[in-house]
């Protein structure tokens, strides 16, 4: 893989083609039998030549991307659509970054007019807060911190698989 041609603005994520360091993770994980957090950081710093440790390790990023791969949600990719976690399954057995994409996919597939990052990031936080509202429920984050930017663009590259049945 490599980082030769045009990145635009849309599929640009912390300096690199967002779309090569999703599949070029995704096929560390398949074809090379890699863990995720290796393949995410291998991807960014030998592939795509990224510079920031920061950057290509961050965890809310990696982990909305991670869920989104593990519930068939990235098109191209092996993993079955899942229809059957809910996003309390998805807090407890994947990560609450993992709610913000997947909530973030939701909202984009029902909006009949282009929505922009931040608008999307307060629709995230209300439908987070509607869902977990119960006494020891966590809190959202206070600000977008990556996962709901990488579905956000995701999307808008028509690289989200849509679910049949909707």
Sequence with gaps: MTNNKQTTKDNTFYLVD??????????????????????????????????S??????????????????????QGAKMSYDTTSSLRDVLKNHSKNGVYSLLAIDILSKQ?????????????KKCFEDEFNMDGDPKPAKTNQGATTVAYKLWHLGKIEKNENE
Excluded: F, H, M, Q
């Excluded at 993770?25 to 710093?45: L, Q, R, S």
């Excluded at 009949?112 to 995230?124: F, N, Q």
């Design 112 to 124: 009949t007019k282009r929505i922009s990052l931040t608008g999307l990031w307060d629709e995230v």
């Design 18 to 51: 967002l779309t090569d360091w999703v599949y070029g993770t995704i096929e560390k994980v398949e074809k090379d039998g890699k863990k995720w957090n290796d393949a995410w950081w291998d991807t960014y710093k030998t592939d795509l030549e990224g510079t």
């Design 53 to 74: 440790e920061d950057s290509g390790k961050k965890g809310c990023p990696k982990n909305g991307t991670k869920t989104l791969y593990k519930l068939g949600r990235i």
